[in-house]
């Protein structure tokens, strides 16, 4: 069964940092590159950050660069965002998804690319 399980999310002040995790079962997990994406409410879901299978290509939205990290570890079929520097304009639900590249080690940051997601997990940034 392929799964995505979010965890780390929750209520921090601006300025503070959060680390949100991304379990994933199912899959051979090098395979995918694996985004993060979140949605406030009334917008629509939008791109945050990428990293390619192998990990060696990332790239992130404007609004989050030089703020967030994203890293993976493949022995352990998870992968993290770091995000430092939280403004409320980040408060969002927070979603990873994976998109199979194969033996490319490519991405996308395309919503549509995706075809398995998380349940998502909120995170508050209060002014």
């Known amino acids: 069964q392929v799964q995505l399980v979010e965890s780390g999310g929750g209520l921090v002040q601006a300025g503070g940092s959060l680390r949100l995790s991304c379990a994933a079962s199912?899959?051979?997990?090098?395979?995918?590159?694996m985004g993060w994406f979140r949605q406030a409410p009334g917008k629509e879901r939008e791109f945050v950050a990428v990293?390619?299978?192998?990990?060696?290509?990332?790239y992130y939205a404007n609004s989050v660069k030089g703020r967030f990290t994203i890293s993976r570890d493949n022995a352990k079929d998870t992968v993290y965002l770091q995000m430092n520097s939280l403004k409320p304009e980040d408060t969002a639900v927070y979603y990873c998804?994976?998109?199979?590249?194969?033996?490319?080690?490519?991405?996308?940051?395309?919503?549509?690319?995706?075809?398995?997601w998380g349940q998502g997990t909120q995170v508050t940034v209060s002014s």
């Open positions: 990293i390619s299978g192998r990990g060696g290509n990332t």
């Open positions: 199912g899959f051979t997990f090098s395979m995918y590159a």
């Open positions: 998804a994976a998109d199979y590249q194969g033996m490319w080690n490519t991405y996308s940051s395309r919503v549509p690319d995706y075809d398995t």
